[in-house]
């Protein structure tokens, strides 16, 4: 990284003998803190770290903070990822020291407080998604995809049904369905989108068959479009003994409306780090809690949190669960937050989230459908998906419009995905944005198709406002600096 005037890199500033502590004299025996280390693990040599005071390492860390795009920073319309806004009282109960000052391992008598708030979050989750019963141990989206899947298999284990090796999974699908697939023992098979981007019913009647463990399935699917014909669908794969898996990671479009569990899903994840407001982008805590129909509930990882008399217990005993997916209780605190939101927000509120969600969206596509192509043209839910295929035929890419866009403040929309829309742009606004800062994006877009037209050298070269310009994507996956180097 080059130091440039108003971001010198922290390095560059350091001065030999400056200090950023002050501690007191040592009034206790020196020790050699190398006894009993293997030899090849002791350094030889002071650590070559900057040397400066506790006013520049602060500056430094403040400066780094704001390099940084956030929700809190600005609009941050990431397809499939809700990058909605995070209420900062999921923040003040998160911190109460009866929730962050305890330790799984303590008795159970001592914390029925946080383990009433599990088993509430549970039930409300039950509600919600119209399932038997949830367990909130998966850590992330992905992560309940994978236990989904698992107890899917155990039961056709159970059941001695030992072909079903296959999961179909639409080609508009997010990529961790087929790889988490793939990580649970399946075969992964493309079921086709038709024309108005919804699952091919006539190849899916292709595809299903005695081999069919389950299909895996986003509702509204990656393109913001809702599956019209779910039930049928849920028909047609429950006929030939598979199961219905729904990734439920954007449950932002149907709160309060529709429920995955009445369109015949079995099985059902969720993202609470993205529809249920926890904090998300930085690689984690997420959170991504699974549903069953009472039939799978026995193959539920355990232990299970259940209500004997007066007390929260964990029953351990259950024979056909699939076992724990995660050390303790699930990521906690990410589970309290999501719980502080659904309990301030309450049914209303929740059924609110999806209307403005989903009024947002379909508000900001028909303003773009005249700059952009739009490939599918019904009504869309919580996202939409444009096409940047005019704009490519002169010369400029959807990445360089994603580029551009860092120019104007705004982190860019998911490019490149879904894989079935060419030059894809996936726009999620959320419920949580003005109309004001709506429209300012959409003027920025519009702005950007007219460059498209008659500069596009300014779009190619975007970003011209950041810290750093364009990069090589290639080499910078391939050959990353990650460290300082003199
Ligand atoms: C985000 C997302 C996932 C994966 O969730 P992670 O928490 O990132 O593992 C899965 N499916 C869809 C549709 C998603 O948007």
């Known amino acids: ?75 941050y319309p990431l397809g499939s990822c809700t990058m909605k806004y995070n209420p900062k009282i999921n923040e003040d109960v998160a911190r109460f020291t009866g929730f962050s000052h305890i330790h799984p391992l303590q008795e159970g008598k001592t914390v029925q407080g946080a383990l009433y708030l599990m088993h509430d979050l549970q039930t409300s989750l039950q509600e919600i998604t119209g399932m038997h019963q949830v367990t909130i141990q998966p850590a992330a989206g992905a992560h309940g995809e994978w236990t989904g899947l698992m107890m899917i298999r155990a039961y056709h284990e ?91 990671a954007n449950l932002n479009a149907i709160l309060g409306y529709a429920r995955p569990g009445d369109m015949g899903f079995d099985v059902v994840h969720l ?22 129909t009472e039939e799978l509930a026995a193959f539920l990882p355990k232990p299970i949190l259940t209500k004997k008399e007066d007390m929260y217990v964990f029953d351990y005993n259950r024979p056909l669960s699939i076992g724990r997916v995660k050390p303790y209780y699930g990521n906690f605190g990410i589970n309290v937050r999501a719980y502080t939101y659904i309990r301030t927000m309450g ?48 010369g400029v890419r959807t990445l360089d419009i994603a580029k551009r866009l860092l120019d104007f403040g705004y982190h860019p929309p998911t490019i490149y995905f879904p894989l079935n829309v060419e030059e894809a742009m996936m726009i999620e606004p959320t419920e949580t944005e003005s109309k004001e800062t709506l429209d300012e994006f959409i003027d920025v877009m519009i702005q950007i198709a007219k460059e498209a037209e008659e500069n ?31």
């Open 271 to 292: 993202n609470l780090h993205k529809t249920f407001t926890g904090p998300h982008g930085g690689g984690g805590p997420g959170s991504g809690p699974v549903g069953v």
């Open 158 to 248: 159970h059941n001695g049904d030992i072909n079903r090796t296959k999961v179909i999974v639409p080609d508009s699908a997010h990529g961790t369905n087929p790889a988490s697939a793939t990580v649970a023992g399946f075969e992964a098979i493309t079921v086709k989108s038709d024309e108005r981007g919804l699952v091919d019913l006539e190849d899916l009647k292709r595809v299903v068959g005695d081999d069919t463990a389950a299909l895996m399935l986003t509702n509204p699917n990656t393109l913001g479009l809702f599956e019209e014909h779910i039930i049928e669908m849920a028909q047609i794969v429950h006929n030939a003994g598979g199961k219905l898996y729904y990734d439920g």
């Open 347 to 394: 049914p209303k509120g929740l059924k609110q989230v999806s209307e403005n969600a989903v009024l947002n969206a379909n508000y900001m596509m028909r303003r773009l459908e005249k700059e952009f192509d739009l490939p599918f043209t019904q009504h869309c839910k919580h996202e939409f998906v444009l096409s940047g295929k005019r704009q490519k035929k002169l």
């Open 456 to 486: 596009p050298e300014i779009v190619q070269e975007a970003p011209h406002t950041t810290v750093i310009s364009r990069l090589d994507e290639t080499l910078a996956a391939r050959k990353p600096v990650l460290r300082y180097q003199r």
């Open 1 to 75: 990284m080059a130091s440039n005037k108003d971001f010198p890199v922290i390095f560059e500033l350091s001065k030999e003998g400056r200090v950023g502590y002050s501690l007191p004299e040592l009034d206790v025996p020196e020790m050699d803190l190398t006894e009993g280390l293997d030899g090849e693990y002791i350094r030889t040599e002071l650590a070559d770290l900057p040397e400066v005071s506790e006013l520049q390492i602060m500056r430094h860390y403040t400066a780094l903070s704001k390099r940084n795009h956030g929700v809190d920073s600005g609009f």
